[in-house]
């Protein structure tokens, strides 16, 4: 082969590797856990243990690390932490301090927790461990006594690399334990700012003051992973933990684990989601309604019971457990649209006896229901966009 072949041969396989292996091409997965913390029973799920990129949520083990190594004496809080060269060239974001410079173990803790600082990730990692690379080591065993299975880390702060991964449930189960083993050091995640060197920085989490009960605790995002969240809620003596992996943006990933939120409060806690949901609606109505006017006509109201559903149906079986599947498969598959409806299956009783199970999301808009059946066809999946009014569907249940 000609030299000139050769060399053109072997530029196009490394392109050809570096297209396969590149992180920054990876697609987010969409996941979502919601469990009592105490217990663990499981709320929700969907995807739980299908392996993602961490991003940020990397930084929740970072900080067991050094809770645990305040536990045994090998940390103090008025201990310095020196900033290496490599840890000062980490990319945003990041605290900047210059390679030399010192701070306190607990400034880097917040530093982790609320400003999500990759340099004080590094940092620390060398400070614990020698090298980020043994600390990453001694992070994935760690991740194994916690029962974490499915969890590998190659780096302290959650930056990209193709073989650091972990699922929903694994993230569950490291917010678990740092509630349980660290409950006096856990208020770290509930700080929603900190003031370091004349600056205040502000947390990422806005979960802490838009949701009621939440404590923390840690948000995600590199562009392979897209938005992650784990987020804490206590109300009276119950505690749920909710995950979601691979959100299109911030604000549709708050919303959504307010949602699933919600809807795991409903199951652990009925009167109490009653209550929430009442004094919602109160402060909506309170602040938004108009004062009536002489000159204005009086609005008519709706009855609620009537209130029109958008959803979309995907398929219908002879039995329960494939059409509830079905619908769960529609919600991996069309996460965008699909992922803020609830999962139902409706039964139909036909003439000759027989009852036809049809898997469907509702509570989405319409126009999320009709983009999702586009998507899924494309996708060889039979979907049918439906609507239904609330009470003739809560009529079929009774």
């Not at 243990?49 to 067991?64: E, G, I, V």
Request: charge should be positive; hydrophobic fraction near 40%.
């Amino acid at each position: 082969m000609p030299r000139s072949s050769a060399a053109f041969a072997l530029a196009a396989l490394v392109l050809l590797l570096a297209t396969l292996f590149s992180p920054t091409l990876a697609h987010a997965k969409y996941a979502s856990l919601v469990i009592d913390a105490k217990t663990g029973e499981v709320l929700h799920e969907i995807n739980a243990d299908t392996r993602n990129y961490p991003a940020s949520l990397t930084k929740m083990m970072t900080l067991y690390m050094v809770f645990e190594a305040l536990e045994d004496g090998r940390l103090r809080m008025d201990d310095r932490i020196m900033m290496s060269r490599r840890a000062a060239n980490q990319p945003p974001s990041k605290l900047g301090l210059k390679p030399g410079q010192t701070l306190s173990v607990e400034d880097a803790i917040r530093a982790l927790a609320i400003k999500s600082a990759n340099d004080v990730a590094a940092a620390v990692s060398e400070h614990l461990a020698g090298t980020e690379r043994q600390f990453a080591l001694l992070m994935t065993a760690k991740a194994r006594t916690l029962g974490m299975t499915s969890t590998t880390f190659r780096n302290a702060s959650g930056l990209p690399h193709r073989a650091q991964m972990s699922t929903a449930r694994d993230m569950s189960k490291l917010a678990r334990a740092l509630l349980m083993h660290f409950p006096h050091r856990y208020h770290y995640f509930s700080e929603s700012a900190f003031e370091y060197s004349g600056k205040t920085y502000k947390t990422h989490n806005q979960l802490l003051t838009n949701y009621e009960g939440t404590d923390g605790i840690k948000t995600g995002y590199i562009r392979a992973s897209g938005f992650n969240l784990v987020a804490s809620v206590k109300r009276g003596e119950k505690r749920l933990i909710g995950v979601v992996f691979g959100a299109k943006n911030s604000t549709t990933r708050n919303n959504h684990m307010v949602k699933l939120l919600d809807k795991g409060w409903s199951k652990v806690d009925p009167q109490m989601a009653v209550a929430q949901a009442q004094g919602k609606t109160e402060l909506k109505t309170a602040a938004n309604t108009p004062a009536k006017s002489p000159n204005r006509p009086s609005t008519t109201t709706t009855d609620s019971s009537a209130k029109a559903v958008w959803g979309v149906q995907i398929g219908a079986y002879k039995a329960y457990d494939p059409a509830y599947e079905i619908a769960v498969k529609a919600v991996s598959l069309a996460p965008s649209y699909l992922a803020d409806g609830d999962i139902t299956v409706a039964p139909l009783e036909k003439k000759n006896g027989r009852v036809l199970y049809r898997g469907r999301v509702m509570g989405i808009s319409k126009t999320q229901a009709y983009r999702a059946c586009k998507f899924l066809k494309q996708k060889k999946y039979g979907c049918m966009p439906l609507k239904t009014t609330e009470h003739l569907e809560v009529a079929s249940l009774n």
